[in-house]
T-cell receptor, first 113, second 112 residues
Framework: GAGVSQTPSNKVTEKGKYVELRCDPI?????LYWYRQSLGQGPEFLIY????????DSGLPNDRFFAVRPEGSVSTLKIQRTERGDSAVYLC???????????FGQGTRLTVV | GESVGLHLPTLSVQEGDNSIINCAYS??????FIWYKQESGKGPQFIID?????DKRQGQRVTVLLNKTVKHLSLQIAATQPGDSAVYFC???????????FGAGTRLFVKA
């Protein structure tokens, strides 16, 4: 596709369940980012990949959150034992390695009930 | 600490007027400062960036000014149009890392 694609667009899950959120970056973009955005707030950095490796995961709030990018393209954000406080829009972005211009997907709205 | 904040949460301008959105930052180590636009239900969209060793950069209808003395960043939008209505975020970025820190945002309303 032409842009960053995130699936699902909406996800409702029960407290304590496990969820996976998927991101398909723009083809050729080696850098991939995950952000979390709560209502009325700016995006909060979670993790950044350069290729297959997590170059910076300092934004992951705790060990319930994990992200992978095994082939350097598609990435999955995994959240274990979800809590109501995890409810937010999870945004994925990608960019060329040397660029500050990140292209964002439309996000996955996660609701934990 | 790391923080990027905005002076005003909302800004209302008349169509055709110029808009100025302000931002304060606290971390002098940032290499780039970036402005993003976010429309309702969409992800942020890159507008323009400025390297920390520059004072001004112009794009199409937009100008970003950086004042490192007072750690202040502004986005000027010329001839504001209804399509400019959105939330605008300033963000800072550390070159070589790409960890981008966003501020809370300013909502711009354009009155017809």
């Amino acid at each position: 596709g032409a842009g960053v694609s995130q699936t699902p667009s909406n996800k409702v899950t029960e407290k304590g369940k496990y969820v996976e959120l998927r991101c398909d970056p723009i083809s050729g973009h080696t850098a991939l980012y995950w952000y979390r955005q709560s209502l009325g707030q700016g995006p909060e950095f979670l993790i950044y990949f350069q290729g297959t490796g997590a170059a910076d995961d300092s934004g992951l709030p705790n060990d319930r959150f994990f992200a992978v990018r095994p082939e350097g393209s598609v990435s999955t954000l995994k959240i274990q034992r979800t809590e109501r406080g995890d409810s937010a829009v999870y945004l994925c972005a990608s960019s060329l390695a040397s660029s500050t211009e990140a292209f964002f997907g439309q996000g996955t709205r996660l609701t934990v009930v | 600490g790391e923080s990027v904040g905005l002076h005003l949460p909302t800004l209302s301008v008349q169509e055709g007027d110029n808009s100025i959105i302000n931002c304060a930052y606290s971390n002098s180590a940032s290499d780039y400062f970036i402005w993003y636009k976010q429309e309702s239900g969409k992800g942020p969209q890159f507008i323009i960036d400025i390297r920390s060793n520059m004072d001004k950069r112009q794009g199409q209808r937009v100008t970003v000014l950086l004042n490192k003395t007072v750690k202040h960043l502004s986005l000027q939008i010329a001839a504001t149009q209804p399509g400019d209505s959105a939330v605008y975020f300033c963000a800072e970025n550390r070159g070589g890392g790409f960890k981008t820190i966003f501020g809370a945002g300013t909502r711009l309303f354009v009155k017809a």
